[in-house]
Nanobody, 123 residues
Framework: QVQLVESGGGLVQAGGSLRLSCATSGRTFSSYAMGWFRQAPGKEREFVAAISWSAGRTYYTDSVKGRFTISRDNARNTVYLQMNSLKPEDTAVYYC????????????????WGQGTQVTVSS
């Protein structure tokens, strides 16, 4: 079992930055690939970014490339999402998730989820 707890969300103006953190506990964090997803009101949960267990590979959805950066610190059992140049369309609840295999981009292949943290970007 892996427990995930997100933090760092909040209200920010367009063009601003936020850094989300996801602290994990339970099974060995370094054996899991980690991802960030988001869900806006009335929309499905969508993939944002993912990182391999070694941090050697990262993936991003097109709409955040060049603005968001995913990273991880295996010594601290924590994954981060640095979000710069935020836009109102980035407003959503952001979730971190852990997977041991499967499709990087599919929420159905992530086994463990946090409770989410709200990010609101005002125009």
């Amino acid at each position: 079992q892996v427990q995930l707890v997100e933090s760092g969300g909040g209200l920010v103006q367009a063009g601003g930055s936020l850094r989300l953190s996801c602290a994990t506990s339970g099974r060995t964090f370094s054996s899991y690939a980690m991802g960030w997803f988001r869900q806006a009101p009335g929309k499905e949960r969508e993939f944002v970014a993912a990182i391999s267990w070694s941090a050697g590979r990262t993936y991003y959805t097109d709409s955040v490339k060049g603005r968001f950066t995913i990273s991880r610190d295996n010594a601290r059992n924590t994954v981060y999402l640095q979000m710069n140049s935020l836009k109102p369309e980035d407003t959503a609840v952001y979730y971190c998730a852990a997977r041991s295999g499967g499709n990087w981009f599919s929420r159905y292949d992530y086994e463990y989820w946090g409770q989410g943290t709200q990010v609101t970007v005002s125009s």
